[in-house]
């Protein structure tokens, strides 16, 4: 049998998968936020900036939630621990190792380095947690960060002595232990996830700021930070964690790589000009996304019984009945039991395809 469904619909029309333009979207954000935020460091210090926009994350969805009146968000035991990891390596353990590489060594060869973390979350989801993939997926990614290195150094990277460069890439590595034990929650609420790490990561980076002798900017500036950090850090993180959900941690790492190209192209619209480090990046990260986005992965596989709670549609993995009749294509979201099925179809390793190869 092979059937397509928004969830796992034909690499044909990937770009209609709701995780492919999450994590478009997502990079898109976050990209945009970078030559924004470069604005506000004229008048904001570097630690200032990175608590007042995980600040920015965290108090604008806790607001979305309060104004939506959200259910609230109950947590099994076992769905604890990867939530507490994700929020000790991304929201403590990374800005402190990446305070201390920056405050230490040049900035363009930092900027080089922070591509490690679309690596280190690629090769983690592959290699540790068993995300599958093949020979295309892994050019793929190669072509988008060798995109984002030639973006990031344009012209030539000074690291400086190796300590400060090992604390980088170390902070990389705990930002991709934070993607990979998000994806494990990823069926949680986006909107509340997001909003929980804002509001661990923004307290600790103003402390460290405050820490380096940083003082509070213009009330003018503050506000700016708090509206981009919430675009750039709390929508951009809710659209990822969706991303996760439909393709999988290593694909949505690689697609999100992409961010530094739309960051590069907001600044040429500000007045940058345009220059063949960027043509270059362009193209080799469009390659990249083309590999991933004409991925075919088929082959029979079965589904162990399973009771979870999530936004779907009536697709090929979810036939059940309601009290109340739903419209075909319609989403919705409750508790729902999937029961086993072995079948054959195109899939990405979404939520409802993590079986082993």
């Not at 390596?89 to 900027?111: C, D, H, K, T, Y």
């Not at 675009?231 to 949505?252: C, D, E, N, P, Q």
């Not at 709670?309 to 999937?338: F, I, L, M, R, Y």
Request: hydrophobic share 50%; charged share 10%.
């Amino acid at each position: 049998m092979n059937t397509s469904s928004p969830e796992n619909g034909s690499r044909a029309g990937a770009l209609a998968n709701r995780g492919v333009q999450a994590a478009l979207v997502s990079a898109v954000l976050f990209g945009a936020g970078t030559p924004l935020a470069k604005i506000l460091l004229g008048e904001v210090s570097p630690w200032m900036l990175a608590g007042l926009l995980y600040c920015g994350s965290g108090i604008g969805l806790g607001l979305i939630r309060v104004v939506r009146r959200s259910p609230r968000v109950r947590l099994s035991r076992a769905e604890w621990v990867p939530l507490s990891g994700a929020i000790l390596f991304g929201g403590i353990f990374g800005p402190v190792l990446l305070m201390l590489g920056l405050s230490n060594m040049p900035a363009s060869g930092a900027s080089l380095l922070l591509n490690a973390e679309g690596v280190f979350t690629a090769l983690l989801a592959w290699f540790v947690f068993k995300e599958n993939f093949d020979r295309r997926i892994a050019l793929g990614m190669l072509a988008i960060v060798a995109g984002a290195v030639i973006l990031s150094a344009p012209g030539g990277a000074n690291f400086g002595s190796a300590w400060p460069s090992l604390a980088i890439l170390g902070a990389c590595l705990c930002w991709g232990l934070d993607n990979n034990l998000t994806r494990k929650i990823a069926l949680t609420d986006a909107t509340w996830l997001a909003a929980v790490k804002g509001s661990v990561a923004g307290p600790v980076n103003l402390a460290l700021a405050f820490l380096l002798g940083a003082h509070l900017p213009a009330a003018g500036n503050i506000a700016a930070a708090l509206v981009v950090g919430f675009f750039a850090y709390g929508i951009s993180l809710v659209l990822f964690i969706v991303a996760m959900r439909h393709v999988g941690t290593a694909r949505a790492g690689a697609y999100f790589s992409i961010a530094p190209f739309f960051g590069a192209v907001l600044a040429i619209i500000l007045g940058d000009a345009v220059t063949w480090p960027l043509v270059i990046a362009g193209f080799l990260m469009a390659v990249g996304i083309w590999l991933h986005l004409t991925e075919r992965h088929e082959h029979e596989h079965t589904h162990e019984p399973i009771t979870h709670d999530h936004w779907h549609t009536h697709d090929e993995h979810h036939q059940h009945d309601h009290a109340e009749p739903v419209s075909p294509g319609t989403w919705h979201k409750h508790e729902h039991t999937h029961q086993a099925i072995t079948h054959t179809h195109e899939h990405y390793p979404d939520m409802h395809h993590r079986h082993e190869h």
